[in-house]
């Protein structure tokens, strides 16, 4: 028996949607979307403009319309850290499910790690012990320790607010990325409750799959060959240096970098270089899932009672 159910991520900076089938415990995606709709930008002194508002709903409006078209009844939408920084969040929830009828749960930092390690583990077949998962998102930052002495930490600390806090010249300055840098690096330490040696240290979402398709010089984004893929250090050094030098515009020219990214990707770089010294790492495993994936895996096991549900990725021509 086939169970077709979808998830709506907000995020600070896309919004994403997916719709899969659960077919005997393997979760098979018909439909992924993602939106550049750049919400942090549009967080004026605690309150989301309406012209952030609209964009928003317009969007949703069109994925209502994609979960009809495939006739899903189950799904779950959830709303992360732009949400839960906007003053008028209750507002915006409100006028989202009047204008679409899509309901929005606004998760805390803590249940969006959880999601996320349910997501990033439902794509990787690797052992949980010692591993750190690192959801590097536009507002904040979700961090996920498996195996002994695990926990969730949710950091506050994105590449959308790097970008707007320090990288405001376009390319930015050297001064610029170092004072991001040494911020980054403060927050994680700062934030972090102890230290232990990592078997592994895996990243998800849009900044590190992103690098991973600059790595991969792939025309075509391609879910099954960005997941479990290995980005060495220096290879993540040689990519920051060729996108720094250029303005934002310029970066749209490398292959495999996403339209909409070229403002922020250096502010989610410099995220993941400072998780990689501090973590004494020097390779970062990706993970195509993630906290879409996750909603939606959580969502199956409590409906269904099914556990260990597992993505599966087709691989496309290029």
């Known amino acids: 028996m086939e169970l077709i159910a979808a998830s709506i991520d907000i995020g600070t900076h896309t919004t994403r949607l997916l719709i899969a089938y659960l077919k005997e ?32 709903v317009k969007v949703l409006k069109e994925y209502k319309k994609d979960i009809q078209a495939y006739k899903v009844k189950n799904y ?5 850290a732009v949400l839960r920084k906007a003053l008028n969040s209750a507002f915006i929830t409100q006028i989202i499910e009047e204008k679409t009828g899509i309901k929005i749960d606004v998760i805390d930092g803590e249940t969006e790690a959880f999601l996320t390690a349910k997501g990033v583990m439902s794509t990787l077949d ?26 969730y930490k949710s950091l506050p600390l994105g590449a959308s607010w790097l970008t707007q806090e320090f990288l405001k010249s376009d390319p930015p300055l050297s001064k610029e990325i170092e004072a991001a840098y040494n911020t980054a690096k403060d927050v994680i330490i700062r934030k972090l409750p102890f230290y232990q040696p990592l078997v592994t240290l895996i990243g998800t979402a849009g900044t590190v799959s992103t690098l991973a398709a600059i790595d991969l010089e792939m025309h075509v ?9 290995k980005l060495t250090l220096s290879r993540i050094k040689e990519i920051f240096n060729l ?9 749209l020219k490398i292959t495999g970098l996403e339209k909409g990214r070229e403002q922020i990707i250096l502010g989610g770089t410099i995220i993941v270089l ?42 496309q021509e290029e």
């Open 76 to 80: 779950r939408a959830v709303g992360t």
């Open 25 to 56: 415990g393997r979760l098979i995606p018909v439909l992924t979307k993602r939106t550049v709709t750049k919400l942090g930008f549009y967080l004026k002194k605690g309150q989301m403009t309406s012209e952030g508002i609209e964009k928003l």
């Open 243 to 251: 996108l720094a030098t250029r303005p934002a515009v310029e970066r």
């Open 221 to 229: 984004y391609q879910p099954a060959l960005i997941n479990g893929h």
């Open 126 to 151: 690797i052992a949980q012990e010692s591993v750190l998962i690192a959801d590097i998102g536009g507002g904040s930052t979700e961090l996920v320790c498996l195996g002994q002495n695990a926990f």
């Open 274 to 315: 400072a998780l990689l010294e501090v973590f004494k790492k020097d390779e970062l495993l990706v993970s195509e899932g993630g906290l879409l994936e996750g909603i939606l895996v959580d969502f199956l096991e409590q409906k269904t009672g099914q556990k260990d549900l597992k993505f599966i990725f087709n691989k």
